[in-house]
């Protein structure tokens, strides 16, 4: 309701970058990544009160819908988790794809 916890009444605002400024959007979807050879998609449903969450820098494609029982409109809410991406990301990426090159235990 914009009621903070010592009684002030908040309201919403929105404000627009000027210039405003464009951002270049990936129009891969599980259907054009099916056309080029891409792995099957994993489609997953998320219901009211469920949550689902994708590890940083992992490729996913959302659609929403209505409800199909009470054709209530359906909303999403993001969180952003900031990352560093300091030399341990640099590290486990080069072992990953070195395992992934020339293989090697899995233990």
Not at 27 to 55: C, K, M, N
Request: aromatic share 10%.
């Amino acid at each position: 309701d914009g009621t903070t916890a010592d009684g002030t009444v908040t309201k919403a605002s929105i404000a627009i970058d000027a210039p405003v400024t464009e951002i270049s959007w990936p129009s891969a979807t599980p259907e054009s990544l099916a056309q080029d050879g891409g792995p099957p998609p994993i489609v997953v449903t998320v219901r009211a009160g469920e949550t689902l969450y994708l590890p940083a820098m992992w490729f996913h494609h959302v659609s929403q819908a209505r409800c199909p029982d009470t054709k209530e409109p359906a909303m999403a809410v993001n969180f952003w988790h900031d990352m560093t991406f300091d030399d341990r990301f640099a590290a486990a990426k080069f072992l990953e794809q070195a395992h992934a090159r020339w293989g090697g235990s899995d233990s």
